[in-house]
């Protein structure tokens, strides 16, 4: 069974920044292209960022800046994948999910919660 557990969440101050982690099981990890998703309150769930099975990686423009606020990354050997969030704005305020990508695993985690608040 392919399971999602995310964590690393919390309250953070505008500018501040937080590192979320997601372990995967049931799942070959190495071959299979990863994403972040997030979804605000009475938003629709929405890509943040993804990288492939060889680690390159993209993001959508909610998470680019000048340098790039997030950035992605896995470490195969402990079926992880990271999200280190840097200058979080409150519009970051969201439920934030990884899984598979680009086709989803019906089998959405708990997520993480993220609050970018003063």
């Known amino acids: 069974q392919v399971q999602f557990v995310e964590s690393g969440g919390g309250l953070v101050q505008p500018g501040g920044s937080l590192r979320l982690s997601c372990t995967i099981s049931?799942?070959?990890?190495?071959?299979?292209?990863l994403a972040w998703y997030r979804q605000a309150p009475g938003n629709q769930r929405e890509l943040v960022a993804f990288?492939?099975?060889?680690?390159?990686?993209?993001?959508?423009e909610s998470a680019k800046g000048r340098p790039s606020r997030f950035t992605i990354a896995r470490d195969n050997a402990k079926s992880t994948v990271y999200l280190q969030m840097n200058s979080l704005k409150q519009e970051d305020t969201a439920l934030y999910y990884c899984?598979?990508?680009?086709?989803?695993?019906?089998?959405w985690g708990q997520g993480t919660q993220v609050v970018v608040s003063s």
């Open positions: 899984n598979l990508y680009p086709q989803n695993h019906a089998n």
């Open positions: 990288i492939t099975k060889a680690a390159t990686t993209y993001y959508t």
């Open positions: 049931g799942i070959i990890f190495g071959d299979h292209h």
